[in-house]
Every structure is written in C-alpha cells, then in structure tokens.
C-alpha cells in the first residue's frame, strides 16, 4: 500500500497491492475494452501503461504514484481541461 491506502488490484509481479498508479482513466471502443485496460494500466504503471495504450489505440491519462500525470497524445481531445505530460 501507498501512506496506508490499499487497493484491491493485485500486482501479479509482487502479489501484492499495486501502488504504481493511484488513477488511470480510458477511453476505447468499448467499456469492457476501456475498463480492462484501465485495470492493466493502473497495474503497470504510467511507463509501460502509457506503451499498452499507445498499441492498442486507446487513450488514456494515468495519475502515477508520486502525483504526475502521463496521458497518451490524443486524450487532449476528451478533457475539457487537459493536464500537461509532467513524467
């Protein structure tokens, strides 16, 4: 956990909670799509997130553990008030 806060996603690589990411919102085609990556994403971390949105044409914005913000290139266009790439 991450100051005490537990998350109920398992990171497979430690078995224990992920603490890579405290957000990380998608959009795709679909909302299985959008919420099956948004869970690998948060699991993974904005690097390696940021790659598996980058392949499969989702977007995204990922909210890394020390509060930085990461998003993919086109998810500009679906908030009103983009953040800007800080990591």
């Given at each position: 956990s991450t100051?005490?806060?537990?998350?109920?996603?398992?990171?497979?690589?430690?078995?224990?909670?992920?603490?890579?990411?405290?957000?990380?919102?998608v959009v795709a085609p679909t909302a299985m799509v959008a919420d099956a990556l948004a869970t690998a994403v948060y699991i993974m971390g904005p690097v390696r997130g940021l790659a598996l949105l980058e392949h499969h044409g989702a977007d995204g914005l990922i909210i890394a553990a020390d509060s930085t913000h990461v998003m993919t290139s086109g998810m500009a266009k679906w908030i009103e008030h983009p953040v800007t790439n800080v990591a």
């Open positions: 100051d005490g806060v537990s998350t109920h996603l398992i990171d497979p690589a430690t078995g224990g909670a992920a603490t890579s990411a405290i957000s990380a919102t």
